[in-house]
């Protein structure tokens, strides 16, 4: 069976950077599981796996606008300590939900503190960034109708409710 839209998909994988570091892998735990043509996964990932099968290997390098998109300075800012209410201690490398330009919800990540400046980054941590992935396609399966409805995989590797 070829991986195609609506298809529930499990790939063991290691993500590397251009200097060879890796970043994530499924090595030692159970592989991925996600729903084709669902945006599970990155667009440029989801495009190279299209049409696989069952045992198929693949090297694959992603530029970054069908990753994480390209850095955007424009989601850097500066705040002052007193935004973050309610939070005693303010750590570099803490996450926290926050409004995005379009209205909706982003993660913004402190990147630095200066005295009472705060300094976040809503870009993910892997914008501007060419990924490489080495994949092997564990399993293919038809997804069921409540898979497809939810967007997501059930069950084992995938989402649970």
Partial sequence: MQI???KAVSIDYTLTNDAGEVIDSSAGGAPL???QGAGNIIVG????????QVGDELSVTIEPEEAYGEYSAELVATLNREMF???DQLEVGMQFHASAPNGGMQ???IRDIDGDDVTVDGNHPLAGQRLNFKVKV???RDASAEEVAH???HGEGGHHH
């Fill in 33 to 35: 599981v996600y729903l």
């Fill in 107 to 109: 993660i913004v990540t």
């Fill in 151 to 153: 967007g997501h995989i």
């Fill in 4 to 6: 195609a839209a609506n």
């Fill in 138 to 140: 564990v399993s293919v």
């Fill in 85 to 87: 209410e309610g939070v």
């Fill in 45 to 52: 990932l989801e495009k190279a796996l299209e049409g696989k």
